[in-house]
């Protein structure tokens, strides 16, 4: 699977667009982004996930590039939960393997 | 729906006792399994992953081993537990499709005293 890139860590205001940038830029065509978030001593929570279109939920948007090597997630009103770590994972097989993710904290 | 069985939610244990920790899911059929572990302020390592009843791949290795006696069962032990055994134990699961997501239990904070 290809190996991503993030920052250590990031602040956001609350209320504001936190925006979580990844690097991906050994992605194969067949390797899809998947975001996950991992709270405080509880178990990753998925967030969304896409391959080449950007996708958008309930939780969040998902930006990826046209070259597919760089992807943004994009949480629009950013809320005090939304305090945790943030993985993104490229897969393409049957494992999913964690990097050490973007500690985001969204500042009062 | 689908629901993923994770216990116990905690454990402490003393050096050299042996471990059990049991994952079930319910509500799909032959899933792929993963058990990770996260050590304190670390990330999430993947120790074994599933494909099917039998089929069992380790990614590291170490003091632990893991079964699948049922399709939709999982199961993590240790013979003699070491201190670096700590940490938070993760069961998961997917279709096994690429393109789905992944579903975490809710863990369990092995303490290895």
């Known amino acids: 699977d290809a190996k991503t890139t993030q920052p250590t860590s990031m602040d956001c205001a609350e209320g504001r667009a936190a925006n979580l940038p990844c690097n991906h830029s050994?992605?194969?065509?067949?390797?899809?982004v998947y975001w996950y978030r991992q709270i405080h001593s509880q178990g990753p929570q998925y967030i969304i996930h896409g391959l080449k279109n950007n996708e958008t939920n309930e939780m969040a948007s998902l930006i990826i590039t046209e070259d597919r090597k760089s992807s943004t997630l994009i949480l629009p009103h950013a809320t005090l939960r939304d305090t945790a770590v943030y993985y993104c994972i490229v897969i393409g097989n049957e494992k999913l393997t964690f990097g050490t993710g973007t500690r985001l904290t969204i500042i009062p | 729906s689908q629901t993923i069985h994770q216990w116990p939610a905690t454990l402490v244990q003393p050096v050299g006792s042996p471990l059990s920790l049991e994952c079930t899911v319910e509500g799909t059929s032959n899933p792929n399994l993963y058990w990770y572990r996260q050590a304190a302020g670390r990330g999430l390592q993947l120790l074994f992953y599933s494909v099917g009843i039998g089929q069992i791949s380790s990614e590291v290795p170490q003091n632990l081993s893991a079964s699948r006696p049922q399709d939709r069962q999982f199961i993590l032990s240790s013979k003699k537990l070491l201190l670096s055994d700590s940490g938070f134990y993760l069961c998961a699961w997917s279709p096994g499709l690429v393109g789905y997501g992944y579903t975490f239990g809710s863990g369990t904070r092995l303490t290895v005293v």
């Open positions: 050994t992605i194969s065509g067949n390797e899809y």
